[in-house]
């Protein structure tokens, strides 16, 4: 047996696991079913850094325990492989996305089998291959042949749509449709040509066409989602971005709505995320009521949830995208209103919403009618109020909401109180208990105002009280070209569905991927991107889908890809079910994971899959920072000084790549050769060496920070990294990384080895029976892998490993009953080094298929204590005894210690005090 080579044991067990296919996952009845799954990697250029693999490792941990716990696991891997980065670069560079998209998975997969993952990767998809995203298409499709039926709370087909409008019109349909649908008999509906019947079934169908106020970027030739926009500018490039409204293809998520709320009740996810995705869905229970408008025949519509305070109003406040906005603007106001419509309308709205600070806004001239006093109120536009949320109208009560005040208080507006009760900073403080001082309302409580007001409203005709969810339709198109392309063609410019026998439609070929001269979707730049049918050949849609498409369904492609018949077999995914464990970022948490549960409960209602929440359990990982180090450089010179010397110098600090620093300390060599200017650089050094500075910061290529595993691999090996970047913290908390620790980890691997060793550095393990001491170490081991690795503490199980080793070292135990469970035990963290040991150890099976050690609580059981012995108050001697003696027993060995005599002095003890299991008090 040779020393620890880690690089020909990872390469051996890789090569192993690979030609056995020992994670490749079947079906099996006769097992629990475990399925864990990593948030679907988008492959970049870069590769992964030292940050990537932190989710990976602790679900490949939990992966490898499960089936020692003899679980069937399904962990699969795969790339969400559309994507603007590739598609920026094949527009500088002119290469199709696809060969950057392979090079760069190519990149990522050979990394991630290098840390050893305990993937199948027979299971791998990737979003841009078109045997996957045929399936993302045809999922399109059923949306877009379904509608939500209100009153079986659930989607349904839209020929069932079309049979109720033909027996009865749509008078008596309660179904998700557009605002104001089109009313019609039955006869209507069958004396409709084609053309009225299907703008119909668009304001129905769960994915539509409709004019959007998006997002839209000149310089990326596309809309962007909130996400992407911060502050008016693209996140990618820091491009211009202006809101303006373009004919889309938008999903009625709000649909579902309620039942994504319900839903959240179900799953064993983190309260912050949970209630993320709450205030996103932003559920409101009130009231929907119309203004007039002074000297308009319009009226203004809008939703609030405090109609009871309709006394309190002093102002109509519109979103500058309000459709009525420049019909109100009176000359007086016009000039000085416009210019401020043209600035607010181009900030995002999830700028809009989280600026509290910024007060802005413009009056139109215009004067709304208050419906339950006649009163003449002003109509203002602000920046506050969102188009996308309720009406795109506020009924602003300035005495009883924190932004009216703040707005009304900035313009001078009245601000006028209606409930009995304190303001405190301005805002309403009561909770339900105070009474209303005005109007048809004044002396009723709260909750009773709010019912005598939705009477009121429902009486005159004027409104009607109303649940409002804040949540928009999402919207489903990119002006791209390296994305799904949506299974459509255009007749009279309308949308139909290619047959489902065409599918997958393929990206076309295109001589540039930029939008076209007349600012066209980049496939308007394909020589025949039409479709043929038999009435004739028609043009297909031009933009693709975004790309939160293919990653809405890829877990259940997972359970079965290479289908070719179904996106999932209904059996499979019956066996496979919800995911049990999620981890990924908290970012996603109003975007892939809200689109993932939609997309679930849809195909669940169609009967495509079984279950209606696809991610049981989620863990949210931390963040690893990177750790900075600085060099300081004497101004106006190329003199480089090290730390504990910097007091005596003016420097300046600057980063330094953290790969040519070890232990913080500079390798000047390498230091010399980094950058052309440093090749004459001279240093000021302490005791021969130069020392850097360090700080913990965002870990990117700007501060020379970036980590990459493959180096970390190469030099400590990939166990080393994988129980390393455990130990560094609980998993959901953010952590600094710092080399200078790993060393510590790479010598626990070395020490663990050379249990394994005889005195003569040869493997060899003893036969002999474990003792009582050992037996204790290792269950004691046993005991809190088992609970940690329940709990999802990661770390802290790294550390009891250590112990345990130090602990055998020091009994000298090289013993078989004690050295095969712990290979197992340890296996899930470091897997190759554990294949090694259990190969050595005569066994001929993978140590996947081991069982994970059972606890035996009998041997942590004490049997002796260890009795500090007091003479006169003073602690002199300890005596490990037997715990099942008794106090004359205890006491007369005490006196018969030599210690203990020494300190007695030949005197005899007038008193001895004797607690079973605790302690011996001499008084003298």
């Known amino acids: 047996m040779s020393e620890y080579n880690f690089q020909e044991i990872e390469k051996k067990w890789q090569a192993y696991w690979e030609q056995n296919q020992i994670f490749n996952a079947k079906v099996d009845p006769k097992k629990p079913k475990f399925y864990s799954l990593d948030m679907f990697p988008y492959p970049s250029g870069a590769g992964l850094h030292v940050g990537h693999p932190l989710g990976y490792i602790a679900s490949d941990i939990v992966s490898r325990f499960k089936r020692l716990q003899g679980y069937n696991v399904l962990h699969p891997m795969g790339y969400d492989s559309f994507g603007l980065p590739a598609e920026q670069y094949a527009i500088q560079t002119g290469q199709h996305p696809a060969i950057t998209t392979e090079e760069n998975i190519k990149r990522y997969t050979e990394q991630l089998k290098n840390i050893g993952f305990s993937f199948d990767w027979s299971k791998e998809v990737r979003t841009s291959d078109p045997s996957y995203y045929r399936w993302t298409q045809w999922i399109f499709m059923q949306l877009f042949n379904s509608y939500y039926d209100k009153s079986e709370d659930k989607a349904k087909s839209i020929h069932a749509l079309i049979e109720k409008f033909e027996e009865s019109g749509n008078s008596k349909v309660h179904a998700v449709c557009d605002e104001n649908p089109t009313l019609f008999s039955a006869d209507e509906w069958k004396t409709f040509p084609e053309r009225i019947q299907q703008e119909i079934l668009l304001q129905y169908r769960l994915t539509f066409l409709a004019e959007t106020t998006v997002n839209w970027c000149t310089a990326l030739g596309t809309v962007l989602s909130n996400d992407e926009v911060k502050d008016g500018f693209s996140e990618r490039g820091g491009h211009r971005v202006e809101r303006k409204k373009m004919m889309q293809w938008s999903m009625r998520i709000t649909a579902y709505a309620e039942r994504l709320l319900v839903g959240l009740d179900t799953l064993d996810w983190t309260d912050p995320i949970k209630e993320m995705q709450r205030n996103w869905i932003g559920k409101s229970i009130g009231a929907e009521m119309v203004f007039q408008i002074k000297g308009h025949d319009k009226e203004i519509k809008v939703f609030t949830t405090r ?31 416009s210019a401020y419509i043209e600035g607010a309308k181009n900030r995002s709205e999830r700028d809009r919403m989280s600026d509290v600070k910024t007060i802005s806004g413009a ?52 601000i006028r109180q209606v409930i009995d009760g304190s303001m405190e900073n301005g805002s309403f403080p009561g909770k339900g208990g105070l009474i209303i001082n005005s109007g048809i309302l004044s002396g009723l409580w709260m909750k009773d105002a709010m019912v005598k007001a939705i009477e009121f409203l429902e009486e005159k005709k004027i409104g009607k009280g109303k649940i409002q969810y804040r949540m928009r339709d999402a919207i489903f198109t990119r002006q791209r070209y390296w994305g799904e392309p949506l299974p459509v063609y255009f007749k009279e410019g309308l949308p139909y569905l290619i047959e489902e026998k065409d599918l997958p439609l393929v990206l076309p070929e295109v001589d540039k991927y930029l939008p076209t001269e007349d600012g066209e979707p980049p496939l308007a730049r394909a020589a025949h991107w039409t479709y043929k049918t038999a009435e004739g050949e028609f043009p297909l849609e031009k933009s693709t889908m975004p790309g939160w498409a293919g990653s809405s369904w890829y877990f259940f492609r997972y359970m079965d890809a290479k289908n070719e018949n179904k996106f999932v077999d209904p059996e499979i995914s019956k066996y496979w079910g919800a995911v049990d464990l999620y981890i990924g970022g908290a970012e996603h948490a109003t975007g892939h994971l809200l689109y993932s549960r939609f997309w ?20 949210n990982q931390g963040m690893i920072q990177g750790r900075s180090n600085f060099v300081y450089r004497i101004k106006g010179s190329n003199t480089y000084v090290s730390l504990g010397l910097i007091d005596q110098y003016e420097t300046s600090s600057i980063h330094v790549d953290v790969n040519i ?27 021969g060496r130069y020392f850097c500075g360090a700080e913990v910061e965002k870990m990117s290529k700007s501060k020379y920070n970036v980590v990459n595993p493959d180096d970390i691999i190469e030099r400590y090996g990939a166990d080393t990294l994988r129980l390393y970047e455990m130990f560094l913290g609980p998993l959901e908390q953010f952590k600094p990384w710092n080399t200078n620790g790993i060393d510590g980890v790479s010598k626990f691997l070395k020490k663990l080895w050379r249990l394994f060793q005889d005195k003569q ?20 081991t046993i005991k809190k892998t088992q609970e ?53 150890l005569g066994h001929e099976n993978s140590i996947t298929h081991a069982s994970f050690p059972v606890f035996q609580k009998e041997f942590l059981v004490e049997n002796n204590h260890e009795y500090p012995v007091s003479i006169n108050g003073k602690m002199r001697a300890k005596l490990p005894l037997p715990l099942n003696l008794s106090k004359e027993q205890i006491e007369k060995i005490a006196l018969e210690n030599e210690t203990v005599l020494k300190w007695m002095e030949g005197k005899s003890p007038k008193k001895v005090i004797v607690v079973v299991g605790k302690i011996i008090n001499i008084v003298l």
């Open 307 to 337: 109609v009871d305070t309709i006394f309190g109003v002093t102002y109509l406040a519109l979103a500058p995208e309000h459709e009525l906005v420049n019909e109100l603007l009176t000359p007086a106001e016009k000039e000085n209103a």
């Open 363 to 414: 009056f139109t001239g215009s004067y709304a009618i208050n419906p339950f006093n006649g009163e003449e109120i002003q109509i203002w536009i602000a920046d506050y109020v969102l188009a996308g949320y309720g009406t795109g109208a506020v009924m602003a009560v300035p005495a009883h909401d924190e932004r009216d005040f703040n707005f009304a208080k900035h313009f001078g507006l009245e």
């Open 600 to 619: 679930t409960k849809f195909l669940f209602d169609i009967g495509a899959v079984g279950i209606e929440e696809p991610f049981q359990k989620m863990i």
């Open 661 to 687: 620093v070890h232990n913080d300390q500079l390798d000047i060599e390498k230091f010399k050769t980094w950058r052309p200017d440093l090749a004459d650089a001279t240093f000021i050094l302490e005791d």
């Open 761 to 780: 550095g040869d493997f060899g393990v003893s036969e002999e029976p474990a003792t009582q001491e050992e037996l204790k170490t290792l269950h004691k």
């Open 788 to 840: 940690d690795l329940d709990n999802y503490s990661f770390n802290t199980s790294v550390s009891s490993f250590m112990i345990c080793v130090n602990e055998l070292s020091a009994l000298k135990c090289n013993k078989r009953e004690i050295l095969t469970p712990l290979v197992i035990l340890l296996s899930p963290y470091a897997p190759h080094i554990a294949e090694e040991l259990w190969s050595l």
